[in-house]
């Protein structure tokens, strides 16, 4: 018998092995690593020095930036970007649902393409339509229906780039989530709805609070965890556009591409790492509300 | 107030479908514009492109912008086409490798007992919220001390673990019925021949759907190329790409940008019209319970 299981647990470790391997060492050790130099002074060259806290306590006492910048920019970015990509991908998903199949077909893959122009490839379409001068595509349509005079700077003022930002990464936020969610609407037992309905649903914002929502929640879930993953992905997209880190006044300045700052640009990779642990910690938190939103209940 | 029907996943048209129609179909034309853009820009001849008042249609179609972009030798003095040989390499390994790792380690994680699985899939499925922009230092490193930098395998290894991807074979694996692996291993099949001839083919949905999401990210990424690549012969289409458009306010660079552009989307976008319906029977399991 325990020749046996020891024959079944060679199996187990061939087959887990690799991706176990990449796993642990693209994933996890460089999550503790963060956590670890998170608590050092780390130049690249010399070996890391332990520093306790002083990292964080520059990061919230001494970074003016980080604090008037980076975190509230952060926060709106997020807050702005997540609950309206995925509320926006849920009411496409169901309206999606609700009519035949090759109409449907066509719209899901116009809706879902811009998910897969991530980043550069797109670039260079947003830098046209939102050129600065007065031949960028959208200052010529806005300046033809008489809205503005003047050419906006989408791009380079303070003032823009972040809406411009906000609007081209919901754009491109219809991504597997809202796939997710489509199958999940589609996969709904049309007899409950019968049942609702006998019930006493009537309208139809309630068979969307009462049945569909309640039915899919697993996809939900799903969806909820991919929006807080790509809006917090999301964060390059000012630089992109700005074409500079730091960005115009700061304006585009993600908690992202602050990171990037120190750790590539000053290579204070120490306080860097501490960055990067406040954003690991920003997703966590948010992951952990959507789950208590839409997490089964035990 | 009668009952009226569900109309979820209608079999054909009926007129109270046209208000989903009404905000579906402007919603996709406007979602549509950018695309439609880089298609039009590409065919661009620059009188077309610096036009003024800027027309969003092309007139007189033309592939000069694609003749440029590969006949045009890069500064480093690098053809463009090896950038897209790297890419379509880079893409092909990464695509291939990563389904054989992720299936294997679905198939186990779904179908064998043991006493870590549980929470070895739990830490998977944690891991789905990970964002590996956060860790871009900590993976340097990582990868620096591993003798890694300049190594072409660093545009693979580190996409190699996807946490979407595991998580969606493993349910779709669930799927398949306990009994048939029962059957075969009284049969005298062994693991391999059960992961080979049953699991593999009867998973082939959620194969398809690791396939396009490795590709888009291998494709499409430019942190191998921007920070563990030295050698530009060894970098990627979507660097050079990044190169050519922070440098766009070269007036001839627009078209050839746009058509650089669309290199970079069109595989996707004809790889997923091939595996859409695949996808949809994935996504189908990809709840999270």
Redo the contacts between chains.
């Keep these: 018998m325990s020749e046996l299981k020891r024959a079944?647990?060679k199996?187990?470790l061939?087959?887990?092995g690799?991706?176990?391997v990449?796993?642990t060492?693209?994933?996890i050790?460089?999550?503790i690593?963060?956590v670890l130099?998170s608590f050092t002074n780390f130049n690249?060259i010399q070996f890391p020095d332990f520093v306790g806290l002083k990292n964080y306590i520059s990061l919230f006492t001494y970074d003016d930036v980080f604090m008037q910048y980076v975190l509230p920019n952060t926060i709106k970015f997020a807050l702005i970007v997540g609950p309206l990509g995925y509320a926006l991908s849920f009411f496409?998903a169901w309206?999606?649902?609700?009519?035949?199949?090759v109409?449907r077909?066509i719209?899901?893959?116009?809706?879902?393409?811009?998910s897969?122009?991530?980043?550069?490839?797109?670039?260079?379409?947003?830098?046209?339509?939102f050129s600065g001068d007065?031949?960028?595509?959208l200052n010529?349509f806005l300046m033809?229906l008489g809205l503005i005079n003047q050419p906006v700077q989408w791009l380079q003022s303070p003032q823009y780039l972040m809406i411009t930002m906000i609007i081209v990464t919901l754009?491109s936020s219809?991504g597997?989530g809202f796939?997710?969610m489509?199958?999940?609407?589609?996969?709904?037992d049309?007899e409950l709805?019968?049942a609702g309905?006998?019930d006493g649903i009537?309208k139809r914002w309630q068979e969307i609070f009462y049945i569909t929502v309640p039915l899919?929640?697993?996809?939900m879930?799903?969806g909820a965890?991919?929006s807080?993953?790509s809006t917090?992905?999301a964060?390059?997209i000012g630089v992109l556009l700005s074409?500079s880190n730091p960005t115009p006044q700061y304006a585009g300045q993600l908690i992202?591409n602050h990171?990037?700052d120190y750790?590539?640009l000053r290579y204070e990779?120490g306080y860097?790492?501490s960055i990067?642990v406040m954003?690991?910690l920003m997703?966590?938190i948010s992951?952990k509300f959507v789950w208590s939103i839409f997490?089964?209940r035990e | 107030m009668a009952f009226q029907g569900t109309k979820i996943n209608p079999q054909r048209f009926h007129r109270s479908q046209i208000k989903f129609y009404a905000i579906l179909i402007p919603l996709a034309l406007f979602m549509s514009l950018p695309i439609i853009f880089i298609f039009m820009n590409a065919f661009k001849p620059p009188n077309e492109l610096f036009a003024f008042p800027p027309r969003i249609f092309v007139r007189n179609p033309t592939w000069d912008n694609f003749k440029s972009l590969f006949n045009t030798l890069t500064q480093s003095g690098i053809p463009v086409s090896r950038y897209l040989f790297n890419s379509l390499l880079i893409s092909l390994l990464t695509v291939i490798a990563t389904i054989l790792v992720g299936t294997a380690a679905g198939y186990v994680l779904s179908k064998k007992q043991f006493r870590l699985k549980k929470l070895l899939f739990e830490i998977n499925t944690l891991a789905l919220m990970f964002v590996p922009i956060a860790v871009m230092i900590p993976r340097y490193i990582i990868i620096a001390r591993a003798g890694l930098v300049d190594n072409f395998l660093v545009h693979i290894l580190p996409n190699l673990a996807m946490p979407v991807g595991l998580f969606l074979v493993k349910q779709f694996i669930d799927q398949i019925p306990d009994s048939l692996i029962e059957a075969a291993k009284l049969d005298g099949a062994n693991d391999w021949f059960i992961y080979g001839k049953i699991i593999l083919p009867l998973t082939k949905p959620a194969i398809a759907t690791i396939a396009i999401l490795s590709f888009q990210t291998a494709w499409s990424s430019v942190e191998a190329s921007n920070f563990y690549i030295n050698q530009e012969s060894l970098k990627n289409f979507a660097y050079y790409m990044s190169t050519l458009t922070s440098s766009t306010s070269a007036v001839a660079g627009q078209g050839v940008a746009a058509a650089a552009g669309l290199i970079m989307f069109l595989p996707s976008l004809v790889i997923f019209i091939f595996t859409q319906s695949k996808v949809m029977n994935t996504m189908a399991h990809s709840g999270i319970k």
């Excluded at chain 1, 309206?95 to 199949?101: K, N, Y």
């Excluded at chain 1, 899919?216 to 996809?219: F, R």
């Design positions: 079944e647990g199996w187990i061939a087959f887990l690799p991706y176990a990449v796993f060492i693209f994933i050790v460089p999550i690593m963060a130099l690249t496409l309206m999606l649902a609700q009519i035949p199949r109409p077909t719209l899901a893959l116009i809706i879902y393409s811009p897969m122009t991530v980043g550069v490839a797109m670039q260079v379409i947003w830098l046209t339509i007065k031949s960028g595509y010529s033809n754009w219809m597997v796939l997710a489509l199958a999940g609407v589609l996969n709904t049309p709805y019968e309905y006998v009537s899919m929640k697993p996809q879930l799903f965890v991919m807080v993953v917090f992905q964060g390059y074409g992202v990171i990037e750790g590539f990779m860097a790492a990067s954003l690991l997703i966590w992951s997490g089964e």
